[in-house]
């Protein structure tokens, strides 16, 4: 393997490969980039002892980006209920900005300020380790309906709900 990544000039080279029977992790010198994943995945594939029908992906190791979704109405068009998790999930699905994003876990919706009728959406995403796919997502606009909802950067949101009678 480091032998073809060599070929091709790449900075990276195998330092440690571990499998079982479910799996092969394999541990490099620096982060690879898809040039050099196509090239490990060939490597394997052209391995005697591995059934290449049954290698479904490479990927990278992830991490999460925190993000927040911006005005977005904290109730559903029509009716007096508020927004819910599945509603936001089904937006994120057919915006174009979401394409290729994968959410680690079910969005967290709270309202804006007690005399507000806006949502704060915190949704947690899978991403690289250089965090591409956050920022490509930051400062971004998409519609709702007749509002503009904005992307943010946020930390880690602790999951913690506000006091409803003071908004802390």
Same mark, same amino acid.
């Given at each position: ?10 900075? $990276? !080279?195998?330092?440690?490969?571990? =499998? %079982?029977?479910?799996?092969? &992790?394999? @541990?490099?010198? +620096?982060?690879?980039? *898809? ?36 005005? $977005? !109405?904290?109730?559903?068009?029509? =009716? %007096?209920?508020?927004?819910? &998790?599945? @509603?936001?999930? +089904?937006?994120?699905? *057919? ?58 950067? *946020? ?14």
């Amino acid at each position: 393997m480091n032998r073809l990544l060599k070929n091709i000039k790449s900075e $990276i !080279s195998t330092n440690f490969i571990w =499998t %079982n029977n479910k799996s092969i &992790i394999i @541990i490099t010198n +620096k982060v690879a980039m *898809t040039s050099n994943l196509n090239i490990i995945e060939k490597y394997i594939k052209d391995l005697n002892n591995i059934d290449s029908s049954n290698i479904k992906s490479l990927r990278l190791s992830q991490l999460k980006s925190y993000l927040k979704i911006l005005n $977005i !109405s904290y109730f559903v068009k029509d =009716t %007096n209920l508020p927004i819910t &998790i599945d @509603i936001v999930e +089904k937006i994120i699905q *057919t915006t174009y900005l979401f394409n290729d994003i994968i959410l680690t876990f079910c969005s967290c919706v709270i309202k804006a300020s007690p005399k507000s009728n806006m949502a704060i959406i915190w949704i947690n995403i899978w991403d690289f380790q250089n965090s591409t796919k956050g920022k490509l997502l930051i400062n971004r606009c998409f519609n709702i309906r007749h509002y503009i909802a904005t992307i943010r950067d *946020t930390n880690i949101n602790s999951d913690i709900s506000q006091y409803e009678n003071c908004w802390k």
